[in-house]
């Protein structure tokens, strides 16, 4: 049970964000607070303008707030795609990162999203992981990143970083588990029918 403080996560949007990425972690997350908002979370995406953002796809997602009109976060989620690797020249938008991390008390990312991190300086002396094409970058962007090329997920305390795309569900399904319990995560899990069984 919530102790009545209404805690938030804010997932970030750009251009070109890959669409799993977001909408992914998006499904997990956005049932468990919609589905028990007596856990005491809610869920909001951002992005900088607000403006309707276009993925990597063709997909075109309308973010709930722009930064400057965003209530503050305790946790974000930097989602990964095609448009991170502007983002590493962006430094507004690192910026940005840095003081949206610096707010919160959980950073966390999914593929790429991690490269932006590490530009950003937030993953130094970390265990990390991203999708494994970017591995090699990751570790160039953060050469004192202790790089995981297995892992699917890796919790460090205040910081969560996923592999590629698909990962991301497997990383929200923890964040259920460590933001509130396992059950809860095993609730959310059954209730979006996540049960993986590729058929190739």
Request: glycine share 8%; hydrophobic share 40%; proline share 7%.
């Amino acid at each position: 049970m919530s102790d009545g403080t209404r805690r938030r996560i804010a997932l970030i949007l750009f251009p070109n964000v890959g669409e799993l990425d977001a909408i992914g972690p998006w499904e997990v997350l956005s049932h468990w607070t919609s589905r028990y908002p007596e856990d005491g979370w809610d869920l909001h995406s951002v992005s900088r303008d607000g403006a309707p953002t276009p993925c990597a796809k063709g997909l075109t997602i309308v973010p709930q707030y722009a930064r400057d009109a965003a209530p503050t976060a305790d946790v974000i989620l930097h989602p990964g795609g095609q448009g991170t690797r502007p983002l590493l020249a962006d430094e507004d938008h690192l910026d940005w990162v840095r003081r949206l991390s610096k707010e919160a008390t959980l950073t966390t990312s999914v593929c790429t999203g991690a490269l932006v991190l590490a530009k950003a300086g937030l993953l130094r002396g970390r265990p990390v992981t991203t999708h494994r094409t970017s591995l090699d970058l990751l570790a160039e962007l953060e050469p004192t990143a202790r790089v995981d090329r297995e892992a699917r997920f890796i919790d460090d305390g205040d910081l969560v970083t996923s592999a590629g795309v698909s990962a991301g569900i497997d990383m929200a399904l923890h964040l259920v588990a460590k933001l509130h319990t396992v059950e809860r995560a095993r609730q959310v899990r059954y209730g979006i029918q996540y049960d993986p069984e590729p058929p190739v």
